[in-house]
């Protein structure tokens, strides 16, 4: 167990370095996930030459779910929409470092799913941008 | 426990051999009305022993020594 709730994990569902709300902003999305109630907002904005120049996260949830939005956000700093497209759940378990369940599956990846939404436009996320 | 998501209470418990619940149980509107994103329930039955309840009491501190509260 100690294992799974890793120290990383612990300090930035403790004390998260990117959580806020960014206004104006680029990008926005939310979404949550209605199985367990949590809910993530991301806020994105896009540099000159087309880059993530800041990005913050908002929301509850739990300690798997909020420190996954923390890491993903500090991850795309520097990176182009392309590159922020093509980022799939592997790249969130590697941040993590633990094996998930399916159910905690869900939780780790819901920051990813409303990132992708946010960067390709869409009305809703789905759960195909993170499989 | 304040500061301490239900699903993540249930799943160190979980790793302890207890099942409790967590999340709306399938009562969200309740939830929704006292704002609670989630609970976590522990239920007892005719088979449970003194020495589970003892575990679930000892696991619930280890719960609070992993979040350092």
């Known amino acids: ?131 | 426990m304040k500061g301490i998501h239900p699903h993540d209470i249930s799943q160190i418990l979980d790793a302890e051999g207890i099942a409790i619940r967590a999340g709306h149980h399938c009562a969200m509107p309740l939830h929704e009305k006292f704002n609670l994103p989630a609970t976590a329930r522990a239920s007892f039955y005719l088979y449970n022993t003194r020495e589970e309840v003892d575990l679930l009491v000892k696991s619930l501190y280890s719960v609070l020594e992993i979040f350092g509260i």
């Open chain 1, 1 to 131: 167990m100690d294992d799974f709730y890793r120290e990383i994990i612990i300090d930035r569902y403790k004390n998260p370095l990117n959580q806020g709300t960014l206004d104006p902003h680029d990008i926005s999305f939310e979404d949550d996930n209605p199985l367990c109630g949590d809910h993530i907002r991301i806020d994105i904005r896009v540099g000159e030459d087309g880059r993530v120049n800041e990005a913050v996260f908002d929301g509850h949830g739990c300690a798997i779910s909020l420190a996954s939005a923390d890491l993903l956000m500090e991850s795309i700093h520097g990176k182009t929409m392309d590159e922020v497209k093509a980022m799939h759940k592997e790249d969130i378990l590697e941040m993590l470092g633990i094996e998930l369940g399916p159910v905690r599956l869900k939780c780790a990846l819901l920051s990813l799913k409303v990132l992708k939404a946010g960067v390709y436009g869409l009305g809703e996320a789905s759960d195909e941008l993170v499989e």
